[in-house]
């Protein structure tokens, strides 16, 4: 079974930037297998939303990168090699950036597929980390 541990959350005022982490552990230390890894955002009274996704095959190469349009070209999915972490590196960041963020993954699948923003598409998600911008 694989647990999802989320770090890097913070406080920063508007323009800032944050790195969000996310680790998938299993019983046999970190892996990602071929999944869709995604991160979402809940803010306080509002839905669950897909923030972005990315495909990981069982070598823990990255495909097809995909991005809510609200962060299309602010934010980057990508992966940290030397901690073999998920990473979203998050600029110019908005007050309305402001939510819990949440790593969720669901495999084995060979993409992330058109429907990869629907949190019941995923079947593995971390605790969150708490992401907050002041104006």
């Known amino acids: 079974q694989v647990h999802l541990v989320e770090s890097g959350g913070g406080s920063v005022q508007t323009g800032g930037s944050l790195r969000l982490s996310c680790a998938a552990v299993?019983?046999?230390?970190?892996?990602?297998?071929?999944?869709?890894m995604a991160w979402f955002r809940q803010a306080p009274g509002k839905e669950r939303e897909g923030v972005a996704a990315i495909h990981v095959d069982n070598r823990n190469r990255l495909y097809d990168p995909v991005y809510d349009f609200s962060v299309k070209g602010r934010f980057t999915v990508s992966r940290d090699h030397a901690k073999n972490t998920l990473t979203l590196d998050m600029n110019n960041l908005k007050p309305e950036d402001t939510a819990m963020y949440y790593c969720?993954?669901?495999?084995?699948?060979?993409?992330?597929?058109?429907?990869?923003?629907?949190?019941?598409?995923?079947?593995?998600w971390g605790k969150g980390t708490q992401v907050t911008v002041s104006s």
């Open positions: 299993g019983t046999s230390g970190v892996s990602y297998g071929d999944s869709c």
């Open positions: 969720a993954m669901v495999g084995p699948v060979s993409s992330c597929g058109p429907t990869w923003f629907a949190p019941g598409d995923y079947n593995t």
